[in-house]
């Protein structure tokens, strides 16, 4: 069971080299190199709400940040719009400064009957469970304090590719 494990990891990383060399070339302007931010909406309820999406079938979330305000509820949504079946994802926020490397390899052994997200790692604030292509999942928090916050994806080999950072004012 291990060894299908590892093939698997080979055979998502090689789709992520893949997936890296087709992308389109950025501009190489400051402008476009700033992670794109989106805003929490807020409902009746002063509820905020922020759904992440990936970028179609790609290992790449849409926005790589967002702003929350601390202390007020948030109602994180992982809007898994992929088609594909490998392109399962989640969101973990991390705490500040977290090694994000460190986590992943981690959320690998935890594997996915715990949604790749090791238990009682310290590094691990909140988390979505992992969405299949087409299925959404949810998390709410009360926003920690100020300060910024990574998220990656903790399906085996998404880590690198796909992040971003929760900021927190
Ligand atoms: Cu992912």
Redesign the pocket.
Known sequence: MARIYSILFVILLLVAGCAGESSAPQAASDEAAAPEASSASSNSDGMQEVVIQ?VGDQ?KFASEAFTVQSGTKVRLVMDNVATLDA????VVILSPGSDINTVGAAAIQAGPDNDYVPADNENILFYTAIAGPGEQTVVEFTAPAPGEYPFI???PG??SL?KGVMIVE
């Open positions: 990936p290992m392109m399962q994802h989640n994806c903790t399906f998404h880590y796909m």
